[in-house]
Structures are given as structure tokens and as C-alpha cells.
């Protein structure tokens, strides 16, 4: 199992803090879903725990290693990055994405390639390039290229935001299923998403963690109405929780 532990986080651009002296531990397995108002820090950290962007001081953990002391390669088998935006440097066909994936891992699972093909429906587009895809459509191909090399670490930036509903769901599912083998770490728009599918919830606001809990014991705390500045009414269903803003708090 890898756990992902990070310490002291402080970012910082400008006169802007994003990231205050933040420190989270992560183990693994297990699903998390990040949440918090826009302008947090959630996809900072998510960045910083990428090794795609440095801090100012602080570190993370990978394991018992050092993220900065690991190898490009090493990083990219161990650590599975689904940024909110991508575009990219060359019009590639989904084909070709997901192959540039699975060079990534270690060693190419056996059947990887056509498994990721099948479970984010991506037959009908296998031969589409980038720029003649939609929304939704670049968001299925980018999981299946992060996932076709089934990462010990997942860290998905807010992925079924493009989605249509259905893939939504399935999308989220999907990532918050692979927290009983591996560590998925999920941007959650979506609050209802995010306290349905996910085990442990953390908060972020201000470039702070300001709540970490499992996701039935936060459902009821007022600190969720105190951060997005909304009074929360709490329905119980057959599926779970939904938060419903009924007015500013």
C-alpha cells in the first residue's frame, strides 16, 4: 500500500497565500473527496501532491520516500494526475492518448489498453482526434489515459464536471470503487457526489484544512454552511444525504 502524507504545505503567489502551512495525511487504501468553496487551494494541493508544482516550504511523502527525491518515472507509474484542464501539444487521436498512458506505467498490464477502452465507452471515438472531441467526450478519454495504468495513487481534479449525468455518476463510482485497493483522491464539485460515493471527506478553505472527517459524521456539521456561506438543508434518501442551499447562511 502507498500512503501519501503531506507536511507543512505553504504556496504562495504574489501577495497570495494559496496553500497555509497545510498538512494532510493520506492512507492507503481508501476514497477522499476533496471539497470546498472556489479559490480554496483544493486544486494547489492537488498540484503540489502531483509533484507538478513545487511549495514554498513543506514536503510530501510517498511511501517512506520523498516526493521530490522520486524519478520522473517513477512518479508518473505511482501516481495517477487527472488535471481540471488539459490540452494536449499535439491533435492526437483517444487511440494514441491512452497508448501514451499505459508508457507510463512500470510494465503494460496485459489487456489494459482494451479494458480502459471499453469502461469509459470510448470505441465510438477511438479513432477521433482531441480537437474534434466534446467536453464530456475529452473527459472520458483523459480517465481512461490516467487509469489505463491503474496508478497505487490517484488525484482527479473535479473529473466528471463536463460530464452528462449518467457518465457523471459512473465516473465518480469509478474513482471512489478503486478506494477499496488503492488511494483515490477526488476534487468533488458536486456536494451530494461527494458525500454519497466518498468514505472521508476533507475540507478546504483558505489554503487551510479546515475539516477532515468520514463522510456521515461531517454531514451534519454547521462548518459546511460557515464555508460556502449557504444554509444547508440536510435530506435523507434511499441513496444517501443531499445538501440543498436553501439561503445564505
Given at each position: 500500500?502507498?500512503?501519501l ?21 493520506l492512507?492507503?487504501p481508501?476514497?477522499v ?18 509533484g ?18 522520486l ?12 488535471p481540471?484542464?488539459?490540452?494536449p ?13 499505459a ?7 496485459s ?15 477511438w479513432?477521433?482526434r ?40 459512473d465516473?465518480?463510482?469509478t ?5 477499496g ?20 471527506v ?6 487551510r484544512?479546515?475539516?477532515?472527517a ?9 462548518l459546511?454552511?460557515q464555508?460556502?456561506a449557504v ?19
Amino acid at each position: 500500500m502507498t500512503d501519501l502524507v503531506a507536511r507543512n504545505l505553504v504556496v504562495k503567489r504574489g501577495n497570495a497565500t494559496l496553500l497555509d502551512d497545510l498538512s494532510l495525511s493520506l492512507s492507503s487504501p481508501g476514497a477522499v473527496a476533496l471539497i470546498g468553496p472556489n479559490g480554496a487551494g483544493k486544486s494547489t494541493l492537488l498540484r503540489v501532491l502531483a509533484g507538478i508544482e513545487a511549495p514554498l516550504s513543506g514536503a510530501v511523502q510517498v511511501g517512506d520516500r520523498r516526493l521530490a527525491t522520486l524519478s520522473q518515472a517513477v512518479r508518473a507509474a505511482t501516481i495517477g494526475y487527472l488535471p481540471q484542464y488539459f490540452d494536449p501539444h499535439w491533435d492526437l487521436t483517444v487511440a494514441d492518448l491512452v497508448r501514451l498512458g499505459a508508457e507510463r506505467g512500470a510494465q503494460r498490464r496485459s489487456g489494459a489498453i482494451e479494458s480502459a477502452r471499453e469502461m469509459f465507452e470510448l470505441t465510438p471515438l477511438w479513432r477521433r482526434r482531441w480537437s474534434t472531441l466534446s467536453g464530456g467526450e475529452r473527459a472520458r478519454a483523459l480517465l481512461a489515459m490516467v487509469l489505463v495504468v491503474d496508478p497505487p495513487i490517484l488525484l482527479a481534479d473535479e473529473p466528471a464536471a463536463a460530464l452528462d449525468i449518467r457518465h457523471r455518476l459512473d465516473v465518480i463510482r469509478t474513482l471512489s470503487h478503486r478506494g477499496g485497493e488503492r488511494l483515490s483522491i477526488v476534487v468533488v464539485h458536486d456536494l451530494d457526489l461527494a458525500f454519497r460515493f466518498f468514505d472521508r471527506v476533507v475540507v478546504v478553505d483558505r489554503g487551510r484544512i479546515v475539516a477532515d472527517a468520514p463522510a456521515e459524521a461531517l454531514i451534519a456539521d454547521p462548518l459546511l454552511d460557515q464555508v460556502f456561506a449557504v444554509r444547508f438543508e440536510r435530506l435523507k434518501t434511499a441513496d444517501g444525504w443531499l445538501l440543498r442551499a436553501a439561503s445564505r447562511a
